[in-house]
C-alpha cells in the first residue's frame, strides 16, 4: 500500500480520456488496507447549494430563506462521484466540527451529518464549504494499480484551489501546482 497520500489530490492524466474520471481532480479522503475514498472536486451539478437546503426544507423563516438564496445561489453543487450520487458531504475549512466530522489531510473537514446543512441555511456554518453529492471509491489496491499505471498525478490541496478556482480551472491550476501543463503530458504509458 502506498502510503501519505489520504488528503492528496488525484489529478487524471490523459489515459483517463473517456468515462466519469476524464479532467478531474480528487481530493482523496481515506485511503487505508480495506481501500480508497475520494471526492471530485470539478464537475458542477446544475444545481445550486441554495435549492439544496430549499428542497430540504432547512429556513425557518422566510427572511433565512431570502438571505440564503442571495448568498448562495451562485453557488454550485459538485457530482463527487459515480457511487451512491445522493449522498451528501461538505469540504470546508478547519474551523468548526459537527456532529460527523473527520479530518482530510492538514487543512480541510469533511462533515456529512445534516447539522451542518442546517447552520448553513441559518448563515452560522463554514464561511468557506464545498456541497458535493456522491463519491469515488477504490478496492483494496485498486488506486495503487491505477496511480503505477500513470492514470493520476498526486498534488497537495491548498484553501485557494480547493474554494476559489472555478471548476473549469481546477485540474490546470492542480496540475500547474506540481510543475505541469496539458501539453506536457500524454495519454501513451511510457516506453524508453
Not at 480528487?26 to 485511503?31: I, S, T
Not at 464537475?43 to 435549492?51: D, L, S, T
Not at 480541510?108 to 451529518?113: A, G
Not at 446543512?117 to 478496492?139: D, N, R, S, V
Amino acid at each position: 500500500m502506498i502510503d501519505d497520500i489520504a488528503g492528496k489530490l488525484l489529478i487524471a492524466t490523459p489515459s483517463l480520456r473517456e468515462g466519469f474520471f476524464h479532467d478531474s481532480v480528487v481530493l482523496l479522503c481515506q485511503h487505508d488496507d480495506e481501500g480508497s475514498m475520494g471526492l471530485v472536486l470539478n464537475k458542477p451539478q446544475p444545481i445550486n447549494v441554495f435549492e439544496v437546503l430549499d428542497d430540504m426544507a432547512l429556513f425557518e423563516t422566510e427572511r433565512q430563506k431570502g438571505i440564503a438564496q442571495m448568498k448562495f445561489e451562485d453557488q454550485i453543487v459538485y457530482e463527487a462521484g459515480p457511487v451512491d450520487e445522493y449522498r451528501g458531504f461538505v469540504l470546508h475549512e478547519l474551523d468548526k466540527t459537527y456532529d460527523s466530522t473527520m479530518r482530510v489531510g492538514a487543512d480541510f473537514n469533511l462533515t456529512t451529518s445534516k447539522d451542518v446543512l442546517e447552520l448553513i441555511a441559518a448563515g452560522k456554518g463554514p464561511k468557506q464549504f464545498l456541497l458535493l453529492l456522491g463519491y469515488a471509491g477504490w478496492e483494496a489496491g485498486q488506486l495503487e494499480d491505477e496511480l503505477m499505471g500513470n492514470d493520476w498525478l498526486l498534488a497537495n490541496p491548498t484553501k485557494d484551489m480547493l474554494f476559489g478556482t472555478s471548476p473549469e480551472l481546477m485540474w490546470a491550476a492542480a496540475a500547474r501546482s506540481i510543475g505541469f501543463e496539458r501539453s506536457q503530458l500524454s495519454s501513451q504509458i511510457g516506453h524508453a
